[in-house]
Protein backbone atom coordinates (compact mmCIF):
# COMPACT_ATOMS: atom_id res chain seq x y z
CA UNK A 1 0.00 0.00 0.00
CA UNK A 2 1.55 3.64 -0.99
CA UNK A 3 0.67 5.30 2.56
CA UNK A 4 1.89 2.67 4.71
CA UNK A 5 2.70 3.61 8.30
CA UNK A 6 5.79 2.17 9.40
CA UNK A 7 5.76 2.22 13.54
CA UNK A 8 8.97 2.66 14.93
CA UNK A 9 8.58 1.04 18.92
CA UNK A 10 11.25 3.03 21.32
CA UNK A 11 12.07 0.67 23.93
CA UNK A 12 15.48 1.36 25.31
CA UNK A 13 14.58 2.95 28.58
CA UNK A 14 14.78 1.53 32.25
CA UNK A 15 11.51 3.20 34.22
CA UNK A 16 13.10 3.70 37.76
CA UNK A 17 9.89 5.46 38.84
CA UNK A 18 8.27 2.18 38.72
CA UNK A 19 10.41 0.29 41.09
CA UNK A 20 10.77 -1.98 42.39
CA UNK A 21 8.56 -3.59 39.78
CA UNK A 22 10.34 -2.05 36.58
CA UNK A 23 14.00 -2.10 36.87
CA UNK A 24 17.02 -1.64 34.96
CA UNK A 25 16.97 -5.83 34.03
CA UNK A 26 13.93 -6.09 32.72
CA UNK A 27 12.03 -2.03 32.28
CA UNK A 28 8.26 -1.25 32.80
CA UNK A 29 7.49 -1.70 29.44
CA UNK A 30 7.91 -5.43 29.15
CA UNK A 31 5.63 -5.89 32.24
CA UNK A 32 2.11 -6.59 32.51
CA UNK A 33 0.98 -3.31 34.35
CA UNK A 34 -2.60 -2.93 33.71
CA UNK A 35 -3.45 -5.62 31.52
CA UNK A 36 -2.89 -9.53 30.15
CA UNK A 37 -0.21 -8.21 27.96
CA UNK A 38 3.17 -6.03 28.52
CA UNK A 39 2.74 -2.46 27.55
CA UNK A 40 5.28 -3.18 24.87
CA UNK A 41 2.72 -5.88 23.43
CA UNK A 42 -0.45 -3.63 23.44
CA UNK A 43 1.58 -0.80 21.85
CA UNK A 44 3.14 -3.12 18.72
CA UNK A 45 -0.32 -4.60 18.52
CA UNK A 46 -1.88 -1.52 18.46
CA UNK A 47 0.08 -0.46 15.73
CA UNK A 48 -0.29 -3.11 13.83
CA UNK A 49 -3.50 -4.00 11.19
CA UNK A 50 -4.36 -2.67 7.58
CA UNK A 51 -2.59 0.61 7.08
CA UNK A 52 0.42 -0.49 8.93
CA UNK A 53 3.80 -2.36 8.02
CA UNK A 54 5.71 -4.36 10.60
CA UNK A 55 7.29 -2.42 13.19
CA UNK A 56 10.85 -1.36 13.52
CA UNK A 57 12.44 -1.43 17.02
CA UNK A 58 15.11 0.49 19.31
CA UNK A 59 16.47 -1.40 22.09
CA UNK A 60 19.25 -2.34 23.99
CA UNK A 61 21.52 -5.30 23.57
CA UNK A 62 20.05 -6.65 26.77
CA UNK A 63 16.68 -6.55 26.02
CA UNK A 64 16.99 -8.21 22.34
CA UNK A 65 16.00 -10.97 22.77
CA UNK A 66 12.99 -9.82 25.32
CA UNK A 67 11.57 -8.28 22.10
CA UNK A 68 11.89 -10.85 20.43
CA UNK A 69 10.02 -13.13 22.20
CA UNK A 70 7.26 -11.03 23.17
CA UNK A 71 6.55 -9.98 19.76
CA UNK A 72 6.03 -13.47 18.82
CA UNK A 73 3.57 -14.09 21.88
CA UNK A 74 1.16 -11.22 20.04
CA UNK A 75 2.10 -12.86 16.86
CA UNK A 76 3.63 -9.83 15.00
CA UNK A 77 6.94 -9.63 13.36
CA UNK A 78 9.27 -7.06 13.36
CA UNK A 79 10.79 -5.72 9.83
CA UNK A 80 14.04 -4.38 11.45
CA UNK A 81 15.35 -4.38 15.02
CA UNK A 82 18.26 -2.13 15.95
CA UNK A 83 20.78 -2.55 18.99
CA UNK A 84 21.99 0.74 20.77
CA UNK A 85 25.12 0.30 21.93
CA UNK A 86 24.26 2.32 24.46
CA UNK A 87 21.56 4.25 25.90
CA UNK A 88 21.73 8.12 23.62
CA UNK A 89 17.83 9.00 24.03
CA UNK A 90 15.72 9.52 21.24
CA UNK A 91 17.47 12.06 18.70
CA UNK A 92 20.27 9.26 17.89
CA UNK A 93 17.40 5.80 18.29
CA UNK A 94 14.76 8.20 15.84
CA UNK A 95 17.28 9.05 13.40
CA UNK A 96 19.03 5.88 13.21
CA UNK A 97 15.72 4.34 11.95
CA UNK A 98 14.99 6.58 9.91
CA UNK A 99 17.88 6.31 8.14
CA UNK A 100 16.77 2.11 8.24
CA UNK A 101 13.95 3.02 6.98
CA UNK A 102 14.57 5.43 4.25
CA UNK A 103 17.54 2.76 2.98
CA UNK A 104 15.00 0.58 1.55
CA UNK A 105 11.86 2.76 1.38
CA UNK A 106 12.63 6.27 0.67
CA UNK A 107 10.30 8.98 1.75
CA UNK A 108 8.27 6.11 3.32
CA UNK A 109 5.70 7.71 6.84
CA UNK A 110 7.18 6.81 10.38
CA UNK A 111 5.59 7.22 13.26
CA UNK A 112 7.33 7.42 16.24
CA UNK A 113 5.78 5.96 19.70
CA UNK A 114 7.38 5.29 22.86
CA UNK A 115 6.08 1.33 24.05
CA UNK A 116 5.54 2.71 27.42
CA UNK A 117 2.25 4.54 27.00
CA UNK A 118 -1.09 3.73 27.55
CA UNK A 119 -3.98 4.12 25.03
CA UNK A 120 -6.99 2.48 26.00
CA UNK A 121 -9.16 3.25 22.21
CA UNK A 122 -6.68 2.02 20.08
CA UNK A 123 -9.23 2.56 17.17
CA UNK A 124 -9.53 6.64 18.29
CA UNK A 125 -5.76 6.57 18.04
CA UNK A 126 -5.53 5.10 14.81
CA UNK A 127 -8.10 7.45 13.47
CA UNK A 128 -6.16 10.31 14.48
CA UNK A 129 -2.77 8.71 12.73
CA UNK A 130 -5.10 8.29 9.53
CA UNK A 131 -5.84 12.07 10.16
CA UNK A 132 -2.30 13.45 10.62
CA UNK A 133 -0.92 11.77 7.37
CA UNK A 134 -1.53 14.40 4.77
CA UNK A 135 0.14 16.94 6.71
CA UNK A 136 3.01 14.78 7.13
CA UNK A 137 2.75 13.99 3.48
CA UNK A 138 2.94 17.53 2.98
CA UNK A 139 6.28 17.87 4.14
CA UNK A 140 5.11 18.59 7.87
CA UNK A 141 6.69 17.41 11.15
CA UNK A 142 3.45 16.45 13.08
CA UNK A 143 3.52 15.47 16.62
CA UNK A 144 0.46 14.52 19.00
CA UNK A 145 -1.29 16.51 21.79
CA UNK A 146 -3.44 15.06 24.42
CA UNK A 147 -6.28 16.52 25.69
CA UNK A 148 -4.97 17.45 29.43
CA UNK A 149 -7.69 16.91 32.69
CA UNK A 150 -5.46 18.03 35.22
CA UNK A 151 -2.22 20.75 36.05
CA UNK A 152 0.32 18.03 35.20
CA UNK A 153 3.95 18.81 35.76
CA UNK A 154 5.51 15.83 34.90
CA UNK A 155 4.62 16.59 30.86
CA UNK A 156 5.94 18.61 28.83
CA UNK A 157 3.01 20.98 26.95
CA UNK A 158 2.09 21.64 23.41
CA UNK A 159 1.26 25.52 22.78
CA UNK A 160 -1.58 25.89 19.82
CA UNK A 161 -2.27 28.67 17.74
CA UNK A 162 -6.10 28.61 18.03
CA UNK A 163 -8.48 26.53 20.44
CA UNK A 164 -9.26 22.96 19.52
CA UNK A 165 -12.84 22.73 18.30
CA UNK A 166 -15.45 21.24 21.07
CA UNK A 167 -15.18 17.97 19.47
CA UNK A 168 -11.83 17.85 19.90
CA UNK A 169 -11.35 16.68 16.19
CA UNK A 170 -8.24 15.22 15.35
CA UNK A 171 -7.50 17.71 12.74
CA UNK A 172 -4.01 18.92 11.61
CA UNK A 173 -3.26 22.37 13.01
CA UNK A 174 0.13 24.77 13.06
CA UNK A 175 2.32 24.05 15.97
CA UNK A 176 3.50 27.83 17.95
CA UNK A 177 5.99 26.04 20.49
CA UNK A 178 6.59 23.42 23.14
CA UNK A 179 6.48 24.09 26.66
CA UNK A 180 8.74 22.48 28.73
CA UNK A 181 8.22 20.94 32.08
CA UNK A 182 6.23 24.12 34.05
CA UNK A 183 5.46 24.66 37.85
CA UNK A 184 2.16 24.05 39.21
CA UNK A 185 0.87 27.77 38.58
CA UNK A 186 1.98 27.45 34.95
CA UNK A 187 0.39 24.44 34.60
CA UNK A 188 -2.81 25.70 36.16
CA UNK A 189 -2.87 28.23 33.85
CA UNK A 190 -2.43 26.64 30.70
CA UNK A 191 -5.03 23.79 31.54
CA UNK A 192 -7.52 26.97 32.17
CA UNK A 193 -6.82 28.70 28.62
CA UNK A 194 -7.22 26.03 26.78
CA UNK A 195 -4.77 26.28 24.13
CA UNK A 196 -2.09 23.73 25.32
CA UNK A 197 -2.06 19.77 25.00
CA UNK A 198 0.10 17.34 26.63
CA UNK A 199 3.63 16.49 24.74
CA UNK A 200 2.63 12.64 24.10
CA UNK A 201 6.29 12.33 22.17
CA UNK A 202 4.72 10.96 19.39
CA UNK A 203 5.48 11.86 15.86
CA UNK A 204 4.90 11.26 12.05
CA UNK A 205 6.81 12.63 9.45
CA UNK A 206 8.03 11.14 6.16
CA UNK A 207 12.04 9.89 6.11
CA UNK A 208 12.93 12.63 3.79
CA UNK A 209 11.96 15.56 5.79
CA UNK A 210 13.29 14.07 8.67
CA UNK A 211 16.56 13.79 7.61
CA UNK A 212 16.31 16.84 6.05
CA UNK A 213 15.52 18.83 9.32
CA UNK A 214 18.45 17.09 11.26
CA UNK A 215 20.83 18.32 7.94
CA UNK A 216 19.30 21.39 8.75
CA UNK A 217 19.94 21.67 12.58
CA UNK A 218 21.91 18.68 13.65
CA UNK A 219 24.55 17.95 11.22
CA UNK A 220 26.99 16.44 13.49
CA UNK A 221 24.68 13.88 15.43
CA UNK A 222 23.38 13.03 11.37
CA UNK A 223 27.44 12.73 10.55
CA UNK A 224 27.80 10.38 14.03
CA UNK A 225 24.62 8.53 13.52
CA UNK A 226 25.04 7.60 9.81
CA UNK A 227 27.91 6.37 10.34
CA UNK A 228 27.06 3.83 13.48
CA UNK A 229 24.54 2.38 10.84
CA UNK A 230 26.74 2.40 7.75
CA UNK A 231 29.09 0.01 9.72
CA UNK A 232 26.49 -1.45 11.84
CA UNK A 233 26.81 -5.62 11.99
CA UNK A 234 23.73 -8.55 11.50
CA UNK A 235 23.84 -10.55 14.48
CA UNK A 236 20.92 -13.16 14.20
CA UNK A 237 17.76 -11.22 13.17
CA UNK A 238 19.08 -7.97 14.76
CA UNK A 239 21.68 -5.26 13.59
CA UNK A 240 24.01 -4.04 15.53
CA UNK A 241 25.14 -0.40 15.47
CA UNK A 242 28.90 0.29 15.72
CA UNK A 243 29.95 1.68 18.88
CA UNK A 244 32.73 4.01 18.28
CA UNK A 245 30.64 6.70 16.00
CA UNK A 246 27.56 5.67 18.69
CA UNK A 247 29.87 6.88 21.65
CA UNK A 248 30.31 10.10 20.24
CA UNK A 249 26.61 10.95 19.80
CA UNK A 250 24.96 13.54 21.53
CA UNK A 251 22.57 12.25 24.41
CA UNK A 252 19.62 14.43 23.29
CA UNK A 253 15.68 13.97 22.88
CA UNK A 254 14.03 14.09 19.34
CA UNK A 255 12.60 17.63 21.12
CA UNK A 256 15.26 19.32 22.08
CA UNK A 257 17.77 18.21 18.71
CA UNK A 258 15.25 19.15 15.96
CA UNK A 259 11.30 19.80 16.91
CA UNK A 260 11.72 22.66 18.70
CA UNK A 261 14.11 24.01 15.88
CA UNK A 262 11.74 23.06 13.26
CA UNK A 263 9.76 25.24 11.34
CA UNK A 264 7.63 23.29 9.64
CA UNK A 265 5.88 21.77 12.69
CA UNK A 266 2.29 20.45 13.32
CA UNK A 267 -0.26 19.24 15.84
CA UNK A 268 -2.50 16.68 16.03
CA UNK A 269 -5.04 17.00 19.08
CA UNK A 270 -5.89 13.74 20.67
CA UNK A 271 -9.07 13.67 23.04
CA UNK A 272 -9.24 10.03 24.23
CA UNK A 273 -7.44 8.77 27.35
CA UNK A 274 -3.62 8.38 27.61
CA UNK A 275 -1.41 7.64 29.99
CA UNK A 276 2.42 7.18 29.81
CA UNK A 277 2.30 5.18 33.31
CA UNK A 278 5.26 7.58 34.28
CA UNK A 279 5.08 7.03 38.23
CA UNK A 280 2.44 4.57 40.63
CA UNK A 281 0.54 7.57 40.92
CA UNK A 282 -0.26 7.12 37.48
CA UNK A 283 -0.80 3.61 37.45
CA UNK A 284 -2.88 3.69 40.65
CA UNK A 285 -5.18 6.45 38.06
CA UNK A 286 -5.22 3.74 35.47
CA UNK A 287 -5.80 0.58 37.57
CA UNK A 288 -9.46 2.28 38.05
CA UNK A 289 -9.90 2.68 41.86
CA UNK A 290 -12.86 1.41 43.51
CA UNK A 291 -15.59 3.46 45.19
CA UNK A 292 -13.25 4.18 48.36
CA UNK A 293 -10.22 5.29 45.75
CA UNK A 294 -8.25 1.98 46.47
CA UNK A 295 -6.58 -0.67 43.74
CA UNK A 296 -5.57 -3.87 44.93
CA UNK A 297 -3.56 -6.50 42.60
CA UNK A 298 -2.63 -9.99 43.13
CA UNK A 299 -3.08 -11.52 46.77
CA UNK A 300 -3.37 -7.42 48.63
CA UNK A 301 -5.99 -6.89 50.86
CA UNK A 302 -7.13 -3.69 51.78
CA UNK A 303 -8.75 -3.12 54.97
CA UNK A 304 -10.12 0.63 55.86
CA UNK A 305 -8.39 2.34 53.38
CA UNK A 306 -8.62 5.02 50.68
CA UNK A 307 -6.88 6.41 47.67
CA UNK A 308 -4.22 3.79 47.63
CA UNK A 309 -2.41 0.99 45.84
CA UNK A 310 -1.76 -2.34 46.92
CA UNK A 311 -0.14 -4.39 44.64
CA UNK A 312 2.05 -7.97 45.51
CA UNK A 313 3.76 -9.74 42.64
CA UNK A 314 4.02 -12.71 44.19
CA UNK A 315 1.60 -15.47 45.18
CA UNK A 316 3.55 -16.48 47.98
CA UNK A 317 2.94 -13.43 49.83
CA UNK A 318 0.27 -11.88 51.64
CA UNK A 319 0.17 -7.60 51.66
CA UNK A 320 -2.14 -6.36 53.81
CA UNK A 321 -2.79 -2.41 54.43
CA UNK A 322 -4.87 -1.63 57.50
CA UNK A 323 -6.31 2.57 57.78
CA UNK A 324 -3.69 3.77 54.80
CA UNK A 325 -4.63 6.88 52.66
CA UNK A 326 -3.14 8.05 49.90
CA UNK A 327 -0.50 5.05 50.38
CA UNK A 328 1.38 3.05 47.79
CA UNK A 329 2.69 -0.32 48.29
CA UNK A 330 4.38 -2.50 46.06
CA UNK A 331 5.66 -5.85 46.90
CA UNK A 332 8.10 -8.17 45.26
CA UNK A 333 10.09 -11.29 46.50
CA UNK A 334 12.82 -9.30 46.95
CA UNK A 335 11.98 -5.70 47.50
CA UNK A 336 9.17 -3.90 49.26
CA UNK A 337 8.15 0.23 48.38
CA UNK A 338 5.82 2.01 51.07
CA UNK A 339 5.35 5.85 49.47
CA UNK A 340 2.84 8.65 49.99
CA UNK A 341 0.70 8.62 46.72
CA UNK A 342 2.03 12.64 46.67
CA UNK A 343 5.70 11.41 46.30
CA UNK A 344 5.27 8.60 43.36
CA UNK A 345 8.12 10.67 41.37
CA UNK A 346 10.35 10.76 44.11
CA UNK A 347 10.88 6.69 43.84
CA UNK A 348 13.93 6.84 41.89
CA UNK A 349 15.55 8.68 44.96
CA UNK A 350 15.48 5.12 46.10
CA UNK A 351 16.72 3.72 43.46
CA UNK A 352 19.65 5.91 43.73
CA UNK A 353 20.38 5.04 47.27
CA UNK A 354 20.06 1.49 47.01
CA UNK A 355 22.75 1.72 43.94
CA UNK A 356 25.23 3.59 46.23
CA UNK A 357 24.93 0.78 48.82
CA UNK A 358 25.31 -1.59 46.32
CA UNK A 359 22.44 -3.30 46.68
CA UNK A 360 21.66 -5.53 43.72
CA UNK A 361 17.79 -5.00 44.19
CA UNK A 362 18.42 -1.32 42.94
CA UNK A 363 18.76 -2.94 39.16
CA UNK A 364 18.16 -6.53 38.89
CA UNK A 365 14.86 -8.45 39.44
CA UNK A 366 15.11 -11.73 40.91
CA UNK A 367 14.04 -13.55 38.21
CA UNK A 368 16.29 -13.11 35.05
CA UNK A 369 15.71 -13.23 31.80
CA UNK A 370 17.41 -15.29 28.98
CA UNK A 371 16.73 -16.24 25.46
CA UNK A 372 15.79 -19.67 26.29
CA UNK A 373 13.69 -18.86 29.16
CA UNK A 374 14.38 -17.50 32.59
CA UNK A 375 15.62 -18.60 36.34
CA UNK A 376 15.51 -17.53 39.29
CA UNK A 377 17.66 -17.96 42.69
CA UNK A 378 15.43 -20.03 45.64
CA UNK A 379 18.43 -20.27 48.41
CA UNK A 380 22.02 -18.97 48.31
CA UNK A 381 24.91 -20.16 50.78
CA UNK A 382 28.64 -20.02 50.50
CA UNK A 383 29.04 -22.94 48.84
CA UNK A 384 25.80 -23.71 47.16
CA UNK A 385 22.68 -22.12 45.42
CA UNK A 386 19.18 -23.69 44.69
CA UNK A 387 18.09 -22.25 41.13
CA UNK A 388 14.43 -22.82 39.41
CA UNK A 389 15.11 -22.92 35.90
CA UNK A 390 12.26 -22.28 33.39
CA UNK A 391 12.98 -23.47 29.30
CA UNK A 392 10.53 -22.57 26.94
CA UNK A 393 9.57 -25.20 24.22
CA UNK A 394 12.45 -25.28 21.76
CA UNK A 395 15.02 -23.55 23.36
CA UNK A 396 18.18 -24.79 24.81
CA UNK A 397 20.86 -23.44 26.34
CA UNK A 398 24.58 -22.95 25.57
CA UNK A 399 27.07 -25.88 25.50
CA UNK A 400 29.22 -24.56 28.05
CA UNK A 401 31.12 -26.06 31.11
CA UNK A 402 32.58 -24.46 34.49
CA UNK A 403 35.94 -24.04 36.44
CA UNK A 404 34.18 -23.92 40.15
CA UNK A 405 30.98 -25.95 40.27
CA UNK A 406 28.87 -28.95 39.95
CA UNK A 407 25.53 -29.13 39.04
CA UNK A 408 22.74 -31.57 40.14
CA UNK A 409 19.52 -31.15 38.00
CA UNK A 410 16.17 -32.29 39.19
CA UNK A 411 12.92 -31.94 36.28
CA UNK A 412 9.78 -31.08 37.52
CA UNK A 413 7.67 -30.18 34.46
CA UNK A 414 8.18 -31.18 30.90
CA UNK A 415 11.15 -33.16 29.82
CA UNK A 416 15.01 -31.93 29.30
CA UNK A 417 17.21 -33.06 26.62
CA UNK A 418 20.57 -33.21 28.51
CA UNK A 419 24.17 -33.82 26.81
CA UNK A 420 26.64 -34.47 29.02
CA UNK A 421 30.33 -34.96 27.20
CA UNK A 422 29.13 -37.36 24.34
CA UNK A 423 26.20 -38.17 25.66
CA UNK A 424 23.10 -37.31 25.08
CA UNK A 425 19.50 -38.41 27.03
CA UNK A 426 15.87 -37.53 28.28
CA UNK A 427 14.74 -36.98 31.51
CA UNK A 428 11.59 -36.56 32.64
CA UNK A 429 9.29 -35.61 35.58
CA UNK A 430 10.90 -36.56 39.18
CA UNK A 431 14.47 -37.44 37.13
CA UNK A 432 17.67 -36.11 37.59
CA UNK A 433 21.15 -35.93 36.76
CA UNK A 434 24.65 -35.01 38.28
CA UNK A 435 27.01 -32.26 35.74
CA UNK A 436 30.76 -32.22 37.31
CA UNK A 437 33.09 -29.70 37.57
CA UNK A 438 34.64 -29.07 33.93
CA UNK A 439 32.30 -31.43 31.65
CA UNK A 440 30.80 -29.95 28.73
CA UNK A 441 26.86 -30.02 29.12
CA UNK A 442 23.79 -28.65 27.60
CA UNK A 443 20.17 -28.57 28.46
CA UNK A 444 17.01 -28.46 26.09
CA UNK A 445 13.79 -28.59 25.80
CA UNK A 446 12.57 -30.41 22.87
CA UNK A 447 8.81 -30.92 24.07
CA UNK A 448 5.92 -28.41 23.03
CA UNK A 449 5.88 -27.26 26.66
CA UNK A 450 7.73 -25.48 29.29
CA UNK A 451 9.89 -27.68 30.77
CA UNK A 452 11.09 -26.47 34.59
CA UNK A 453 13.77 -28.03 36.52
CA UNK A 454 15.50 -27.35 40.04
CA UNK A 455 19.31 -27.12 39.73
CA UNK A 456 21.08 -27.72 42.96
CA UNK A 457 24.95 -25.78 42.42
CA UNK A 458 27.67 -26.33 44.86
CA UNK A 459 31.29 -25.09 44.20
CA UNK A 460 33.55 -22.71 45.75
CA UNK A 461 32.35 -19.63 43.14
CA UNK A 462 28.84 -19.50 41.87
CA UNK A 463 28.92 -17.02 39.83
CA UNK A 464 27.01 -15.95 36.55
CA UNK A 465 30.52 -15.05 34.71
CA UNK A 466 31.79 -18.83 35.39
CA UNK A 467 30.84 -19.88 31.90
CA UNK A 468 32.97 -20.75 29.28
CA UNK A 469 31.04 -21.27 26.21
CA UNK A 470 31.66 -23.97 23.36
CA UNK A 471 28.74 -22.93 21.57
CA UNK A 472 25.40 -21.08 21.15
CA UNK A 473 22.58 -20.91 18.85
CA UNK A 474 22.22 -17.05 19.91
CA UNK A 475 25.08 -16.34 19.12
CA UNK A 476 26.69 -14.78 22.55
CA UNK A 477 30.29 -14.58 23.40
CA UNK A 478 32.27 -15.01 25.93
CA UNK A 479 31.16 -13.96 29.37
CA UNK A 480 27.83 -13.42 28.24
CA UNK A 481 25.42 -14.87 30.99
CA UNK A 482 22.94 -17.92 30.35
Known amino acids: MPHDIHPLLLCGGSGTRLWPLSRKSYPKQFTRLTGAESLFQTSARRLSGPGFAAPIVVTGADYRFVVTEQLAGVEIAAAATLIEPEARNT??????ATLQLHAHSPGALMLVAPSD?????????????????????????????????????????LELTALPDTAFSPKPQPLRRFVEKPDLATAEAMLAGGLHLWNAGIFLFT????????????TQLLGSVRSAFERAETDLNFLKLAPNPWAVCADISIDYAVMEKADNLAVVPYGGSWSDLGGWDAVWRESGPNDDGVVTFGPSTAIDCSDSLLRAEDGQQALVGIGLTDIIAVAMPDAVLVAHRDRAQDVKLAVEALRKQ?????????????????????????RFQVKRIHVHPGAALSLQSHHHRSEHWIVVEGTAR????????????NQSVYIPIGAKHRLENPGKVPMVLIEVQTGSYLGEDDIIRHDDIYARGQGAKG
Open 418 to 429: VTIGDDVTLISE
Open 91 to 96: APAILA
Open 117 to 157: HVIPDAAAFRAAVQAAIPAAQAGQLVTFGIRPDRPETGYGW
Open 358 to 382: GAVQAETLPRDFRPWGWFESLALGG
Open 207 to 218: TDIMLAAFEQHQ
